[in-house]
């Protein structure tokens, strides 16, 4: 995983552009492979981990209805978790992770079902997952997915 963070980080200094993550199944592991790369500090401008409904809402200014009608494990969920903390810490890209990792559902939603939410200038996307294998297995598969998304957007 190293490779690929080393390639977001190198992107993203080539374009001169920047990243925020908000991560809630991941737990700060998008963060932790960036800043493992030599340099992150000069692109990675913050992360915000906010793994309750609560600071969802307080830390990244999501809203209860927005929560309460699509649940905490949705694009519309992941796009917003990334879209505030792309405002509140003033970054050019923001990705985020939402999602169950298990062993039970969470509000209904299956385990290793996971949304990545990603934006950037003039560009939303969201990422369904449904990874399999045990909590660790479906947080790393998220981490690298992320990372692969962020890899292929930035390379276009």
Known sequence: MNELAKQVIDLLRERRESISCAESITGGGITSALVSVAGASEVLLGSIVAYSKEMKISQLGLSTELIDSKGLVSADVALAMAEG???????SWAISSSGAAGPSPLDGFAPGEI??????????????????????AVINGAVE????LLARILST
Do not use: M
């Open 85 to 91: 903390a792309k405002l509140r810490i003033g970054s």
């Open 145 to 148: 997915s992320a990372l692969t």
């Open 115 to 136: 949304w990545i939410g990603l934006v950037g200038p003039n560009r939303q996307e969201s990422l369904k997952l449904t990874l399999n294998g045990d909590r660790q």
